[in-house]
């Protein structure tokens, strides 16, 4: 994992004591809120509906055991016990005191890291796959690459003032866990026909009020060059991103408006003009990163499939955890763990303090001491050993940890909604809620398969609602609550954006909408077909007859 320089670790220190000297003048009054709004944003510091949310960067999603237990003790001493980790891969604070503002962010530098970029119209949080480097299908791991955007975008001098919002996503597998189609720009790696790496570029994704799955601009793209092309495209969107509407700001919309074709014409004439050989990828700095992201001291764990079967097999509550839970690594007799945010009931990626200093614990002993956060709102425990598993569910379950819900209908991803934003139009939590209640029979989650619901509590859709395979949107209208339903998204390589099914539902009702549009998939569905599959071959028709055929 990535760790701080000297010049990291001086920059950082010196940006919480200029903040510290800020929040003293706002305390004051020597500053206005419209004074201090521009200074508290470039430190990721938000006023909510009720109260500030500081949003810490967790860089594609890798944190080590020290950081997370800092970010339980930070949830413990300036917030009320949790914290709730988003699916940028980041972890926001909902209840901090700006009196104590600098102190936490002194507090996160101790451990290097900090809330730089987490908000305003820059660069920010770059992301990846959240099996980064230990996935069963990788072509390589991303997070170097990532890191090395991350260096390059940090106050970048020329991007910190953007049209809008910036997000970068990067994957280093065939399939895509990072949701790259529907960023501002994402990065797909791939090999070509001398076997060597490089990236697919594709730009202009993005969901919100105006949802679109990002077009591919250059079908591969030789790592070396692959700072100069960002470049490039930055400075096109810098140039001819709308900067009078905010609605239209996005580079999703400069692209749609120009078209692919004319939008990779600009590109590539400003990557023509770009000094590349400035801007080329080192491979002596590339690996000097990328000797951050060397693979641990791994085992030689070849014997350990068997002990692992016998107590799956024996232990009903360990295998049923486990077949929900444990994804393929790349490393003979190891696992990845997903450790689910979503226990029944719950507020889906919320977790105490107390849960997030087990989860460092058991990354101690048990992952290197490594821990990832996901797109999901999940956790993982990327090297475990088989032989360890069971130690790990036990201590997981301990904590209220080991719900066996990943990638079920109850594993469901949900804004903070109306509970904590200003912005929202709609409750998101109370519904992800009553839905994880209503399904929350295990035989019954496997019966209905994979399947994605993703909540949104206003358009601006920060919980992904438009490629959830079920996306629920929550508006208001005339004071009063209502629930729009799509179908059919996706944010995988087959990205695809929701289709509207009709007319929005009451709060009291949407729960029992799903209810249905999941019964009329159980009804006609083909063996071994998933819900998505089964939208794919049927339409929304069937749905919508179910729904409104009786209005």
């Not at 026909?193 to 591969?220: D, K, M, N, Q, Y």
């Not at 692919?260 to 000094?275: K, N, P, Q, S």
């Not at 050989?277 to 000097?288: G, H, K, Q």
């Not at 797109?375 to 209220?400: I, M, S, T, W």
Request: hydrophobic fraction near 40%.
């Amino acid at each position: 994992m990535y760790r701080y320089d000297e010049f990291d670790a001086q920059f950082v220190g010196e940006r919480v004591a200029q903040f510290r000297d800020q929040v003293e003048r706002r305390l004051s009054g020597e500053l206005t809120e419209d004074q201090f709004r521009p200074l508290r944003l470039m430190n990721g510091l938000y006023l909510q509906l009720h109260a500030y949310m500081l949003r810490v960067a967790i860089p594609y999603g890798t944190l080590s055991s020290v950081q997370l237990r800092k970010l339980g003790h930070i949830a413990r001493h300036y917030d009320r016990g949790y914290g709730h980790f988003t699916t940028r891969q980041n972890i926001q604070y909902n209840w901090p005191q700006l009196v104590d503002m600098p102190d936490i962010l002194a507090e996160l530098a101790s451990v290097e890291m900090h809330a730089i970029q987490t908000s305003g119209n820059c660069i920010r949080n770059v992301t990846s796959d959240q099996w980064a480097g230990v996935a069963a299908d990788e072509i390589e791991d991303p997070r170097p690459i990532c890191e090395l955007l991350r260096q390059w975008s940090s106050l970048h001098p020329e991007f910190c003032y953007l049209p809008r919002k910036f997000k970068i996503a990067v994957t280093g597998a065939p399939h895509d866990r990072a949701a790259v189609k529907v960023h501002d720009i994402g990065l797909r790696m791939h090999r070509n026909s001398a076997g060597e790496p490089g990236f697919e570029v594709i730009v202009g994704g993005g969901l919100g009020r105006t949802p679109f799955v990002g077009p591919t601009i250059r079908e591969w793209l030789p790592r070396a060059d692959l700072l100069p092309y960002v470049e490039a495209i930055m400075r096109v969107y810098n140039r001819f991103g709308r900067r009078d509407n905010k609605f239209k700001a996005r580079i999703k919309i400069l692209v749609h408006e120009l078209g692919r074709e004319e939008f990779t014409r600009l590109v590539e004439a400003e990557f023509v003009r770009i000094d590349r050989e400035s801007f080329a990828v080192d491979d002596a700095e590339l690996a000097r990163i990328a000797a951050y992201f060397a693979p641990p001291a791994y085992e030689d764990a070849s014997g350990d499939e068997a002990a692992f079967l016998l107590a799956a097999a024996t232990d009903k509550a360990f295998g049923e955890w486990a077949r929900a839970s444990l994804a393929a690594h790349k490393v003979p007799g190891y696992a990845i763990v997903n450790v689910s945010l979503k226990p029944i009931g719950g507020i889906p990626g919320d977790a105490t303090a107390e849960q997030m200093e087990a989860v460092a614990d058991l990354a101690e002993r048990y992952s290197f001491a490594e821990i990832r956060v996901t797109h999901e709102q999940n956790l993982v425990l990327p090297y475990v050993r088989k032989k360890d598993l069971k130690a790990v569910f036990d201590g997981l379950a301990a904590a209220g940890l080991a719900t066996p819900n990943i990638g079920l209908v109850t594993d469901i991803i949900s804004c903070p909604g109306l509970d904590y934003c200003s912005l929202a139009t709609a409750r998101s939590i109370p519904i992800a809620q009553r839905l994880s209640q209503r399904f929350a029979d295990l035989d019954r989650q496997h019966d209905i398969g994979p399947l994605k619901i993703k909540i949104s509590g206003c358009i601006n859709a920060c919980g992904h609602h438009h490629v959830g395979h079920i996306g629920i949107l929550g508006l208001e209208k005339a004071g009063v609550e209502f629930y729009q339903i799509t179908l059919g998204g996706s944010g995988d390589e087959q990205a695809s954006i929701g289709e509207i099914l009709g007319r929005g539902f009451s709060y009291e009702g949407i729960v029992d909408a799903v209810e249905q549009i999941i019964a009329v998939y159980l009804a006609h569905r083909r063996e071994g077909e998933t819900f998505l599959d089964h939208y794919r071959r049927v339409g929304a028709e069937p749905f919508k007859e179910a729904l409104y055929a009786a209005a």
